[in-house]
Nanobody
Framework: QVQLVESGGGLVQAGGSLRLACAASGTIFSANTMGWYRQAPGKQRELVATITSRGSTNYADSVKGRFTVSRDNAKNTVYLQMNSLKPEDTAVYFC????????WGQGTQVTVSS
């Protein structure tokens, strides 16, 4: 059974940085695509960034230039480096991974204070 476990969320002041990590267990195969989504209170879940097994990345316009997604295929782990954080980045961040189907992590809270 594949499981995704996130870490690295927390409280940070505007302008600060955080790094999220998500490790997949229960499989020896690298995911086709891994990445991050987020959901703020009262809003729909939205894409933040994804990265394929070959390293192709995709970012939401709102985070381009501030966030960087990366992965370690050998460890089946995806990272999200978040810099220049803004209060509007406050949300629960969910790890995402795609093999034959999509899997989701339990979510980690990121709170950016102004």
């Amino acid at each position: 059974q594949v499981q995704l476990v996130e870490s690295g969320g927390g409280l940070v002041q505007a302008g600060g940085s955080l790094r999220l990590a998500c490790a997949a267990s229960g499989t020896i195969f690298s995911a086709n695509t891994m990445g991050w989504y987020r959901q703020a209170p009262g809003k729909q879940r939205e894409l933040v960034a994804t990265i394929t097994s070959r390293g192709s990345t995709n970012y939401a316009d709102s985070v381009k230039g501030r966030f960087t997604v990366s992965r370690d295929n050998a460890k089946n782990t995806v990272y999200l480096q978040m810099n220049s954080l803004k209060p509007e980045d406050t949300a629960v961040y969910f790890c995402y991974a795609l093999w034959n189907r999509a899997y989701w992590g339990q979510g980690t809270q990121v709170t950016v204070s102004s």
